[in-house]
């Protein structure tokens, strides 16, 4: 924690290593048991999977990244111009690829001065980092390792800013844990702050499931390896080849569902859980889900977690829309 050693603009706090081991062991005990059987988003993102992810975002299915891209590629100035702030805040910032396209418009703006990347991966945080202060003259950065449904307190006080959710990842949360999470958020931005949320919009199924279900298997590949965290974090012995990937729509709740199904019957074993959990083939674990919205049901979540719609922005096939709001 604190400053980097090797460059004064760079600060990484590291608050993962206080979280307290008996709740995140209960966390992943209790998914397990539920029904269904459940497995926390979050630990995808290790290291490989946030490497993983990166490489999923390159894939001809996976539409939505390279759709958020031009979408902020085309309205990044205007969003800079609305919010006049001179500090960017990203949660969920990963390899910050589109961050720069707004990094780039405060730039040009005369006003970027100092960015705060959020991300449980501590390795893609000091990596991202040393890239930008490399990129930007000048530019201060303050990452935070953490997860930000539990350390948003620890971002850094700051000035006039823009926090940023974007990916999408809104639609990991449950609708009540959506709304919570919007909440707390529009709880510690001050009135002239602004706030841009990234939302995958409901659009073709089969386009949909293709982006979950690419042909190089690297999604697959992706989901599997929350099973790799768990041998780690908890000792399990998980056999990934036991396990295959299945995502698919589910059209009442407009979300994808990604499960890892048992391939075969067998036991697994999760001593620092005291547990022995016994699969049936066919059984599946739910490792993540993707809620896709229209403009109305983001403008209403927002509300209601007051924010004021400031902008709506999308493609012209609308399968990507960011909305830029204001503290109400």
């Keep these: 924690m604190g400053k980097s050693l090797d460059n004064p603009n760079i600060i990484i ?7 307290d081991p008996k709740a995140l ?125 539990v350390h948003l307190e620890h971002i850094p006080d700051g000035g006039r800013r823009l926090v940023v959710f974007l990916g999408g990842t809104i639609g990991n949360m449950g609708p009540e844990a959506a709304l919570a999470f919007l909440t707390s958020i529009q709880a510690g931005m001050a009135l002239d702050d602004y706030f841009l949320l990234g939302v995958q919009l409901i659009t073709d199924v089969d386009r949909l499931e293709a982006a979950y279900n690419d042909a190089a298997g690297v999604t697959a590949e992706f989901n599997k390896n929350i099973l790799h965290v768990m041998q780690a974090m908890v000792g399990a012995d998980f056999d990934p080849d036991a396990f295959e990937h299945v995502a698919r729509y589910n059209h009442e709740q407009h979300r994808i569902e990604m499960h890892l199904r048992s391939v075969r019957d067998q036991v697994v074993h999760l001593p620092d859980l005291n547990l022995t959990l016994t699969l049936a083939e066919g059984e599946e674990i739910l490792t993540e889900i993707s809620t896709k919205y229209d403009r109305q049901q983001t403008e209403a979540l927002l509300s209601k977690a007051g924010f004021d719609m400031v902008a709506w922005y999308t493609d012209p096939e609308e399968l990507h829309g960011l909305a830029l709001t204001k503290k109400s």
């Design 25 to 149: 062991r209960a966390e992943i005990h209790d998914g397990l048991l539920s029904s269904p059987r459940r497995l926390p988003t979050k630990y995808f993102y290790d290291d490989r999977g946030s490497e993983l992810y990166e490489r999923i975002c390159e894939l001809p299915e996976y539409y939505q990244a390279r759709t958020e891209h031009q979408i902020l590629t085309r309205f990044a100035d205007e969003v800079a111009a609305t919010s006049r702030a001179n500090e960017l805040v990203e949660l969920g910032s990963g390899a910050a690829t589109k961050t720069r396209v707004l990094l780039n418009a405060m730039a040009r703006a005369e006003r970027l001065r100092f960015y705060v990347p959020f991300d449980f991966s501590e390795g893609i945080v000091r990596r991202v980092a040393h890239e930008l202060v490399n990129e930007y003259a000048g530019l201060q950065v303050h990452g935070v390792v953490g997860d930000f449904l």
């Design 13 to 19: 706090d590291v608050h993962l290593d206080g979280q």
